[in-house]
């Protein structure tokens, strides 16, 4: 069966603090993609990244950063220096074989960033 | 400005009632995806359409029901069989299902169903 899981329901931090997303995806497809979404307050979806399952290298930027481990079945998200427009909730999401719109998405993440 | 538009934003229904709600784009894209978002909770697809006259159902298609009879829209229509619709909808789209492109899926505003 294919699962995402965000086991981190809510974080709240201070604004500059740095801070680490989870995601640990489970699937037997040997091509598939990992995404980060953000959602915001007002409710769509903002693309951050893809990164296809053949591609481990680490990704940066700017402020974010990604840590794809196909050994832990990890693809984790870093904000460093947080500010308070980070505030959303943050899914990590899995396709279904190549399909980049057919989804499996965690539970999301709220991160919350205080001034 | 190309993009998906939804509508309407906000959504109230009876108990008992169906209602359709919006999906446009005006990308130019093939494939196109109906989300469900339940509070606390991540996305999970409803139904999914590859290509103009075809469509699929996702995880969560009962109680639901779509048509693609243009490429531009795909719109969801939530029938009386739905027992728990109140939800935050949102559709998706993007060039292709499959293959080379290497595109995100694009999503829509959404639309926040209520039933009364």
């Known amino acids: 069966a294919q699962k995402v899981t965000q086991a981190q329901t809510e974080i709240s931090v201070v604004e500059k603090e740095d801070v680490t997303l989870d995601c640990v995806y489970e699937?037997?497809?040997?091509?598939?993609?990992l995404f980060w979404y953000k959602q915001p307050p007002s409710g769509e979806l903002v693309f951050l990244i893809r990164?296809?399952?053949?591609?481990?290298q680490n990704e940066i930027s700017g402020r974010y950063s990604w840590n794809f481990q196909k050994s832990t079945s990890s693809f984790n998200f870093t904000i460093t220096a947080s500010q308070v427009v980070d505030s959303a909730v943050y899914f990590c999401?899995?396709?279904?074989?190549?399909?980049?719109?057919?989804?499996?998405f965690g539970k999301g993440t709220k991160l919350s960033v205080k001034p | 400005d190309g993009g998906i538009t939804q509508s309407p934003k906000y959504l109230f229904r009876k108990e008992g009632q169906n209602v359709t709600l919006s999906c446009e784009q005006n990308l130019n894209h093939d494939a196109m995806y109906w989300y469900r978002q339940d509070p606390g909770q991540g996305l999970r697809l409803i139904y999914y359409?590859?290509?103009?006259?075809?469509?699929q159902k996702g995880d969560i298609a009962e109680g639901y029901s779509v048509s693609r009879e243009k490429k531009e829209s795909f719109p969801l229509t939530v029938t009386s069989a739905q027992k728990n619709p109140t939800a935050f909808y949102l559709c998706?789209?993007?060039?292709?299902?499959?293959?080379?492109?290497?595109?995100?899926?694009?999503f829509g505003q959404g639309t926040r169903l209520t039933v009364v």
């Open positions: 990164r296809n399952s053949f591609d481990e």
């Open positions: 359409s590859q290509i103009v006259n075809d469509f």
């Open positions: 699937t037997r497809d040997t091509t598939y993609y």
């Open positions: 999401a899995l396709s279904r074989g190549g399909s980049q719109g057919n989804l499996i």
């Open positions: 998706a789209s993007r060039p292709r299902d499959r293959g080379q492109m290497d595109t995100e899926a694009f």
